[in-house]
């Protein structure tokens, strides 16, 4: 049974597309993320969130909006895509901020 | 500006020896640090961790060492098996965030090569 899950592996889409990731745990964990893997292959915090508060990255555009619907899910939506919005998005969950984190498979977006 | 660095971009080391890869922080909050490892395709899976309480945390073959003085930690696989080839990940976080604001921070990783 996978802990923490994303939809979709992969996305392909045009400039200035709107689009969504879906992730969810099954962990029972209070605490999700956004990490954002760049081409130079760093994996980079874009936002934390809890079930009373939501913590971002102020590097992150605003363009970039986490949603969660309840406590096991974290959606990730990207309004006006650009073309260096082309990563690798991981998903992850931990029981407490700052505890151990239990990342999804990723999701590689391609803006092209 | 990085705060946890690994050096070393890649690591080939013999099967059944062992593999010491390296990582250096600068952030004096930092006091919780984790080894992941990353297969191509997946997302990191967590190996060890370990606290600023301790030096020395051991799970099976692995083992992390901790030197806050310097601001090092090291992972150490022995014996080295072939399916421990891959990226880790060096990452640190304050134990307690007060609002897991920044996450974890990650070094950019080492790739691992076990030869046969």
């Known amino acids: 049974d996978t802990a923490v899950s994303q939809t979709p592996k992969y996305l392909v889409t045009q400039m200035g597309n709107d689009k969504s990731i879906k992730c969810e745990q099954n962990l029972g964990h209070d605490t999700m993320y956004w990490y954002k893997q760049d081409s130079k292959k760093f994996l980079k915090i874009m936002f934390s969130?809890?079930?009373?508060?939501?913590?971002i990255n102020e590097t992150v555009p605003n363009r970039f909006s986490p949603k969660s619907p309840d406590k096991a899910h974290l959606n990730l939506h990207i309004n006006s895509l650009e073309l260096g919005d082309s990563a690798v998005y991981f998903c992850a969950s931990s029981q407490v901020d700052g505890d151990t984190q239990y990342f999804g498979p990723g999701t590689r977006l391609t803006v092209l | 500006d990085q705060q946890v660095k690994q050096n070393s971009p890649s690591l080939s080391v013999q099967e059944g020896r062992i593999s010491i890869l390296n990582c250096d922080y600068t952030n004096s909050m930092f006091d919780y640090f984790l080894w992941y490892k990353k297969y191509p395709a997946e997302g990191p899976t967590f190996l060890i961790s370990i606290s600023s309480i301790k030096d020395k945390n051991e799970d099976g073959r692995f083992t992390v060492f901790l030197n806050k003085s310097a601001k090092h930690l090291s992972l150490h696989i022995v014996p080295s098996q072939p399916g421990d080839s891959a990226v880790y990940f060096c990452?640190?976080?304050?134990?307690?965030?007060?609002?897991?604001?920044?996450?974890?921070?990650f070094g950019k990783g080492t790739h691992l090569i076990i030869q046969p």
């Open positions: 969130y809890n079930n009373k508060e939501l913590i």
């Open positions: 990452a640190a976080s304050p134990l307690y965030s007060g609002g897991g604001a920044d996450g974890l921070t």
